[in-house]
């Protein structure tokens, strides 16, 4: 009968002091709250850092887990710091043991015994360094690791060691201390982060480096043998410096990182170095703007809609509204809606390319539009109207489409128009008498350089949108492609399709481009709403904001060609070198004699137009010829126009 009564006196005995600890552990929980309360990294589609966000006080203190920085580095900590990590319940009595012998031999403390759970108890609950406060350590270590288990008291550490200043944490040290991610840390580096935590301020590296140097290869040296994964080859890193001087903390596409944390993702459609290009791209534009004009762009995949690269405005200039993202700020879009309006009117069957309109001057009821140079082109083809973009004839053609269908296109495509309260679609719509933003207005010009199909844009990387769906006739979207597809008045590279666009009083000023693969557009403004006063250029789109566009476009890949005649979208097909439009005669530089001439042309899509000085000649569509007759000596301008905007032309003498 006594044989069973020790085993089960035993057995009351650990479960009176299971239910004891348990009784503990809720009535005094561990205070988790700085694990809670971390920094936040926004990094872009391949998870490089774009920007790091601070916890409350300012604290760089980022969440870290043991897949966030090298295999090494966790066995140099394991090594150095708690080489029986792997089966104590959080207190290591062998280590308690040794501390408190040699204390009581020497008269004061030789060496520490915490683990890496008391660690992370010190750093969530800071306490005097006493016995007392060593043992309140020794019972919260024992809570960390019951509740969070060992990866997770292993994860605390890596979140909380502090690494100097304001800088918690091996993510937060890398980014810091080295300038990279902590996936990169080489085993040098990965020392000197393992050991900064030891005495944090004594050790930065950037105030003391002599001593920091001497903590990190005294690590690796003396514990290497304890870390399997540091080989002699990799103490030659040891002849390395420290740093110096701390890096600043990311600090890419400030705007949408900001609209990221707040939407609670952590990952975006960014490319990093793409925005760091286009970032310089609009600082250095801006310096030669005047006082308070700002700057905002988007580059965007055009076949996926995820946005590449976003410039929000001036960020940290409180003069131009830093602060504010510009992107997604209400304006007057000016003409940049004229090419879809043109392309609705394609789809209706109300225009062609070739179609001629007259540009003069004209009424629509009390409403009497002028064109920006307050001159009058007169007649002229529908593919004219648009790249000159031309006032009267956009108006006259929203006129005939209806102003109430084209605002309910706008709204199919993926941009609600903001107009005055209680307000109906007036004509005037054509011209930007509308509110949108730069993100929409590229939202609208996708179509056209995408078969028709319509899609928003978007950047979480976690959550994509739907893919892009057809809305819009792929015809009439290729043919108003191919007329805005022409070279940049100042240079740039070749086969952009591209819109200005001003509004009212050089308010805004508009540029929006597509090549096959990407999509981009720039604003500049005055971020009151108030007109810009420019001196050099004008404050127009042409002036201001198409010499940034082109220079946007230098920083991409050059857009692949469709290796499969299915993949070509039908203005790529219309523009096949083979069927290229293009003058057999006259050629360059010829000089005519006078009297009747036989104007010929190859390639293109009939019917073609030929045009000299910008007037239209008669003749047979059908035909690829056409007679004209100089009616005196001088040099002309001739022109052959197909059915899809595509034009060549050349310079003759009449002698």
Do not use: C
């Not at 997604?328 to 009117?345: D, E, F, I, M, N």
């Not at 109207?385 to 006259?396: E, T, W, Y």
């Not at 730069?438 to 056209?448: G, Q």
């Amino acid at each position: 009968m006594r044989n069973w009564r020790l085993p089960v006196a035993g057995l009351g005995l650990l479960a009176g002091l299971v239910g004891a600890g348990l009784a503990l552990d809720r009535a005094f929980p561990p205070d988790l709250s700085r694990l809670e309360h971390t920094a936040r990294l926004v990094t872009d589609r391949a998870g490089r850092p774009l920007s790091a966000l601070p916890a409350p006080g300012g604290i760089w203190r980022l969440p870290t887990t043991s897949a966030d920085v090298p295999p090494h580095l966790v066995a140099l900590l394991v090594a150095a710091e708690d080489a029986r990590f792997a089966w104590h319940p959080g207190v290591d009595p062998l280590a308690v043991g040794r501390a408190a012998f040699q204390w009581l031999r020497a008269g004061h403390v030789i060496s520490g015994g915490s683990t890496l759970a008391m660690q992370v108890a010190r750093l969530l609950e800071p306490r005097p360094r006493n016995l007392r406060s060593k043992a309140i350590e020794a019972f919260r270590a024992l809570q960390l690791q019951a509740r969070l288990g060992r990866q997770g008291v292993l994860d605390a550490w890596l979140t909380l060691a502090p690494m100097g200043g304001n800088l918690e944490g091996i993510r937060a040290g890398a980014l810091a201390w080295f300038g990279r991610d902590a996936r990169n840390l080489d085993p040098a580096e990965s020392a000197l982060l393992v050991a900064i935590p030891r005495r944090p301020e004594a050790l930065r590296p950037d105030r003391h480096p002599a001593a920091a140097r001497a903590a990190r290869d005294a690590l690796l040296l003396v514990r290497a043998a304890r870390a399997p994964d540091i080989t002699a080859a990799d103490r030659t890193l040891l002849a390395g410096d420290v740093p110096r001087a701390r890096q600043p903390m990311p600090a890419l596409a400030p705007h949408l990182s900001r609209e990221a944390d707040r939407a609670g993702e952590g990952r975006t459609t960014l490319d990093a170095p793409l925005q760091r290009a286009l970032e310089a791209l609009l600082s250095e534009a801006r310096a030669g703007l005047p006082p308070r004009v700002s700057t905002a762009a988007v580059v965007a995949d055009l076949r996926r809609r995820e946005i590449r690269a976003l410039v929000g405005g001036a960020w940290g200039d409180e003069t131009r509204a830093g602060a504010m993202d510009l992107t997604r700020a209400v304006r007057s879009p000016g003409s940049t809606l004229k090419p879809l309006l043109y392309a609705l009117s394609f789809e209706a069957g109300l225009a062609r390319p070739d179609t001629l309109l007259e540009d003069a001057p004209a009424r629509f009821g009390a409403y009497a539009p002028e064109n920006f140079d307050h001159g009058f082109a007169g007649r002229v083809t529908v593919a004219q109207a648009l790249r000159r973009s031309l006032n009267l004839p956009a108006v006259a053609m929203l006129d005939r489409l209806g102003p109430l269908r084209f605002a309910s296109a706008l709204k199919r495509l993926g941009a609600v128009p903001r107009l005055p309260a209680g307000a109906e679609p007036t004509l005037p719509l054509a011209l930007g008498g509308v509110g949108l933003t730069l993100r929409e207005l590229l939202t609208l010009m996708a179509p056209l350089g995408d078969a028709g199909r319509a899609g928003a844009l978007h950047w979480q990387a976690n959550a994509p949108a739907p893919p892009p769906a057809p809305a819009l006739d792929a015809r009439a979207a290729a043919e108003v492609a191919a007329i805005l597809t022409r070279p940049f008045p100042d240079g740039g590279p070749a086969g952009v399709a591209w819109k200005t666009g001003t509004s009212w009083g050089g308010r805004d000023s508009w540029a929006l481009g597509f090549d096959a693969a990407h999509l981009v557009g720039i604003w500049v403004g005055r971020p009151d709403g108030t007109p810009m006063v420019v001196h050099t250029g004008g404050a127009t789109g042409t002036g201001l904001a198409l010499p940034l566009l082109a220079r946007a476009f230098t920083l991409l890949p050059a857009a692949p060609r469709p290796s499969r005649e299915r993949d070509r979208t039908p203005a790529q097909v219309a523009r096949a070198p083979q069927d290229r439009l293009r003058l057999l005669f006259p050629v360059p530089d010829t000089e005519i004699a006078g009297g009747e001439v036989l104007l010929r042309a190859a390639g293109g899509r009939r019917p073609l137009s030929f045009l000299v000085d910008g007037a239209p000649l008669p003749g047979i569509p059908a035909r690829r010829d056409a007679l004209w007759g100089p009616r005196e000596p001088g040099f002309y301008r001739v022109t052959v126009l197909d059915a899809d905007g595509e034009a060549a032309s050349v310079s003759v003498r009449v002698r």
